[in-house]
């Protein structure tokens, strides 16, 4: 692994240890160049997903975007980081699941909505108004208004 500080190709590992949840090695690393220290996240990956998005492009699935998205949605409401992440883990692993390697970007936002909903009724309005491109407040009444009365209060385990 190199260094992001030095571009150092001898780095050591000092610690490592699974994450809470278990889908991931979280490792601690010394560069032998310039004694910074870092750290590292390895995960399974199952297979390369491909997204095809609505304009008929192929691109690689990035986790990374998945999980932004999924935490501005949730910026400011009673979900902490543990939970987001266990979040964003078990979407990527449904996707991996799913048996496909080429995914439409419209089956990921809507595994997003669905598990948003469940989790917090405003990142889930959030997240819609981006993935639906609402322009208008109307856009946000016709959405509220189809949404049910109740839905699950924010459930911060």
């Known amino acids: 692994m190199r260094c992001p500080f030095c571009g150092e ?4 590992v000092k610690d490592s240890r699974p994450t809470d949840d278990g889908s991931a090695i979280r490792r601690r690393r010394f560069c032998a160049g310039c004694s910074q220290r870092f750290t590292t996240v390895e995960r399974v ?3 390369e997903l491909v997204v095809l998005k609505t304009d008929g492009r192929r691109v690689a699935f990035d986790r990374d975007k998945l999980a932004r998205s999924i935490r501005v949605a949730l910026n400011k409401r009673p979900v902490d980081e543990e939970r987001q992440e266990r979040i964003v883990n ?3 692993r449904k996707l991996e ?3 496909e ?4 970007s419209e089956a990921i936002g ?3 909505m669905e598990t948003l909903k469940e989790v917090d009724a405003v990142a889930y309005v959030r997240f819609a108004s981006v993935y639906r491109d609402f322009r208008e407040a109307k856009d946000f009444e016709a959405f509220l208004g189809s949404m049910p009365r109740t839905l699950p209060a ?4």
Do not use: H
Not at 154 to 157: F, K, R, V
């Open 110 to 112: 809507e595994l997003v």
């Open 101 to 104: 390697t080429e995914i439409r």
């Open 45 to 47: 990956q199952l297979r």
């Open 9 to 12: 190709a001898d780095t050591q």
């Open 154 to 157: 924010p459930d911060p385990a």
């Open 97 to 99: 699941a799913s048996g």
């Open 90 to 92: 078990g979407i990527v």
